[in-house]
Structure formats: C-alpha cells, structure tokens
C-alpha cells in the first residue's frame, strides 16, 4: 500500500547580514523531492540584504529589529517566536544569525533549531574563527551544521565539511572557500535532518 506524501517541513531562517547560505538553502527547495519548504526569512536587523534576496525568491520575509528591545533579549524572542507561530514554523535554521539566544527561544525549539558555523567545531566556537585558524597554523579549515543548545557552538553536528587551508592564505580568502562549502553542506544537512524527522 502507498502511504500519502509526507510534506515538506516548513522551515524558518534566521539571517543577520547578506544572507548567501538562506539563499542556498531555498535554491534547494526547487529539487521535486525537496523535504521541507522556506516559508519565511527573519532579520534582527531590518536593513540585512538578505531580505531582498529572499523576496525576489519569492520567500516572505519579516523583520523584528532588537534595538528596541534594549537589554530584553528575550522580549525580542518571543516578538520573533510568535511570528514563527503564525507561519506554522517547524524547524528553524539559523544562517548568519549574529545574535546570541537566551536559554528562553533555545528550550522552545530544543531539537529543532539547527545553526551553521564556520569552523570544525569544536574548533574555534565565536568569532574570527578564519583567522584563528590561520594563526593556529591549521593545514584544515572548515564549517559545521549542529543543533543549536544553550552552549554557544555547542551543541552536537549534523553535518561537517572541511577545506584545506593554504600556505598564503588570509582571513578573507579563506572565509570565501568556507563559505562556498556551506552552501553546499547547510542544503544536504538540513534536508537529511527533515527526512529523518
Ligand atoms: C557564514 O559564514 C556563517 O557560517 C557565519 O556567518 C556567515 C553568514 O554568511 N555564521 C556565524 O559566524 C555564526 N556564529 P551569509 O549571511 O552569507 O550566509
């Protein structure tokens, strides 16, 4: 007997700047059997550009700036997660996401928020990580796909892609060719992780 079709998993991303892996992971959405969907694209900063890429993609987009918020960060959380609500959000991805979440929204999606990072966690977790590797004399580089908990870059992979890390390389060329393997790892990792939900 043939089981009905199971839908794709409404997915949010979260950016904060240029948003190239969000737009890497809705390229992705135009396979047949694609096993979620981008339903929405969410900035923390109302002018990312990002949001227009989004748009002309077709996504609807919605900002909530934090600078209101203050010191209340978790305000700001729940002013996001009630939009995450209406649009019947299952899982969220965080893509350039540059703010640092309270125990709050991370509990809330415990087991379904997903982050990308630029690093082979548990290398390098923060900021800088290219030029950390740099300095650290690292002959590889690379990103990671994990589920995000309340430790920052802490929680546990889903996905790793690594790049080799050249004799004269600077912080920024190596960042390009991180970056270009996220947007291939993000796609397979977030696709795999619905799959199997
Ligand atoms: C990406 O390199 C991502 O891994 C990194 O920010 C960049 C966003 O680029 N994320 C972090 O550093 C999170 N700690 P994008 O906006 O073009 O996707």
């Known amino acids: 007997m043939v089981g009905s079709p199971v839908p794709p998993t409404r997915v949010a991303v979260l950016i904060s700047g ?25 900035s923390n900063k109302p002018d990312a550009g990002g949001l227009a890429v989004a748009e002309a993609k077709g996504v609807p987009t919605a900002a909530v700036d934090h600078r209101p918020f203050g010191k209340d960060r978790e305000a700001h959380e729940r002013a996001i997660d009630a939009i995450l609500m209406e649009h019947g959000v299952e899982v969220v991805a965080l ?32 900021l800088d990580t290219h030029a950390r590797a740099i300095e650290a004399g690292d002959t590889e580089a690379g990103c990671t796909v994990h589920l995000v908990t309340e430790g920052v ?9 690594a790049v080799p890390v050249l004799a004269d390389d600077t912080p920024a060329a190596l960042a390009q060719r991180v970056l270009t393997a996220e947007h291939r790892l993000y796609p397979e990792t977030l696709a795999a992780f619905c799959r199997d939900r």
């Open 153 to 161: 870059d802490e929680g546990p992979a889903l996905g790793q892609a």
């Open 95 to 126: 893509a350039g996401y540059m703010r640092l979440l309270t125990p709050w929204l991370v509990s809330r999606w415990d087991g379904r928020m997903l982050n990308i990072h630029p690093s082979l966690l548990p290398k390098y977790p923060g």
């Open 18 to 42: 240029s948003g190239s892996n969000m737009a890497a992971l809705i390229d992705a959405t135009k396979a047949d059997d694609a096993p979620y969907e981008v339903v929405l694209v969410l």
